[in-house]
């Protein structure tokens, strides 16, 4: 029997930062699945920085949100009720059809996720698609190696925290995060294991870099885009290598135009951008040396959990006023 459910809803677009007015929460009819559908309970909502971009409407490489429809957002759960076999009721699972309290969900957009390997939540976070991209950034795009001098951005955020440890774990020889308060620059070193961190708000890159790092980068993980990665260009060593996974200081409309882009021929420099979509293939790999990483402990993510629908918006708001370290989430478990 169908069931009523609530839901978070866009109620306006956005102009520049968001605010909680843009969100309404609303009630929802979830019918019951049909045939390879399951509706699915779920338990952690995530907030992304990329959903920011989606309420803009317009284009975007992937479908924006709709004024007074549900907001979709990734999510980890329970199948409560299934008409496909391989996701039997009791399953956990993982889809995008979140910020809701229940999801009807076709299965070919559901992945099956293992809570006996590691916690249910952290599907939404370090074994889910923000350790996914950390992973590809760090392994894949940079190709960081021993004795490297990395700097990642926004380090103490879900993707930033997971990239600069698996630096580590590959052998670099320093890794500076830089973060906008000086409890998270106590957490990136402390309780991650950063070489070192420097408050971005307080020093800029280009300081911090010129007195601390004077022979330069030879790798960046940037997450922050605008004035963060201009100045990243400027502290490259030759051949350095930037992977370009976000520019959170630009989603909210303040425009940035580089500066220092004359440096990538100069100094022979890298730049790649990537996009964890491209790369579904690779959840198994990923999957395999995250647990190890995360079993060794080389591995630690921080989440700042939220409790109840009510709280998503609130909780999307925090990634944008520095409120959250590591993976943002809310608990909607009943
Ligand atoms: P996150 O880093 O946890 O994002 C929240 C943090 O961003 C905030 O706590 C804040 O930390 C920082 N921030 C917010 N506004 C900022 C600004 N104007 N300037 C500098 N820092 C700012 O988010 P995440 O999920 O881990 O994602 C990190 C980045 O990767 C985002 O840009 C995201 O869009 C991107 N991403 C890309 C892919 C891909 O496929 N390429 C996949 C997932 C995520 P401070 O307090 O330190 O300022």
Redesign the pocket.
């Known amino acids: 029997m169908a069931l009523t459910s609530r839901a978070v809803l866009l109620a306006r677009r956005p102009e520049g930062m968001p605010v909680l007015a843009d969100f309404a929460v609303g009630d929802l009819t979830v019918p019951d699945p049909g045939p390879d559908e399951v509706v699915v309970e779920n338990h952690f909502l995530s907030v992304?920085?990329?959903q920011?971009g989606l309420m803009n409407g317009g284009d975007s490489y992937v479908a924006t949100y709709q004024v007074g429809e549900p907001v979709t957002g990734r999510a980890v759960g329970q199948v409560v009720a299934s008409r496909d076999p391989r996701f039997p009721e009791g399953s956990h699972v993982f889809h995008r059809v979140g910020w809701r309290e229940h999801s009807l969900v076709p299965t070919s957009a559901v992945r099956a996720i293992d809570v006996a390997r590691a916690p249910e939540s952290s599907y939404l976070g370090v074994m889910g698609?923000?350790g996914?991209?950390?992973w590809?950034?760090v392994a894949r795009v940079a190709d960081v190696r021993p004795g490297d001098v990395v700097l990642v951005?926004?380090?103490?955020?879900?993707?930033?925290?997971?990239a600069g440890q698996l630096a580590l774990a590959r052998g670099a020889s320093r890794v500076i995060g830089?973060?906008?308060?000086a409890e998270?620059a106590a957490y990136v070193t402390e309780r991650l294991g950063f070489t070192d961190a420097f408050?971005?708000?307080e020093r800029s890159l280009a300081d911090y870099v010129a007195a601390q790092v004077p022979d330069g980068l030879d790798v960046v993980f940037d997450?922050?885009?605008?004035v963060?990665l201009d100045e990243a260009l400027a502290a490259m060593r030759p051949h350095g290598r930037l992977a370009?996974?976000?520019?959170?200081?630009?989603?909210?409309g303040?425009p940035y135009t580089l500066k220092n882009t004359g440096l990538l021929l100069s100094q022979r420099l890298r730049a790649e951008?990537?996009?964890?979509?491209?790369h579904e293939d690779e959840w198994d790999p990923f999957h395999a040396e995250m647990a190890e990483h995360l079993t060794e402990g080389r591995v630690t993510v921080e989440e700042t959990l939220h409790r109840g629908l009510d709280a998503v918006p609130q909780a999307f708001l925090?990634?944008?006023?520095?409120?959250?370290?590591?993976?943002?989430l809310v608990d909607v478990r009943p």
């Not at 997450?223 to 605008?226: A, I, K, S």
């Not at 996974?245 to 989603?251: A, E, L, P, Q, R």
């Not at 925090?318 to 943002?328: C, E, H, N």
């Open positions: 992304d920085p990329g920011r698609h923000p996914l991209t950390s590809l950034g951005t926004s380090a103490a955020g879900a993707v930033g925290a997971a830089s973060v906008g308060s998270k408050v971005y708000k997450n922050v885009g605008g963060q370009l996974c976000g520019s959170i200081s630009t989603y909210n303040e951008g990537f996009l964890v979509f491209d925090s990634l944008f006023d520095g409120t959250s370290t590591g993976k943002a």
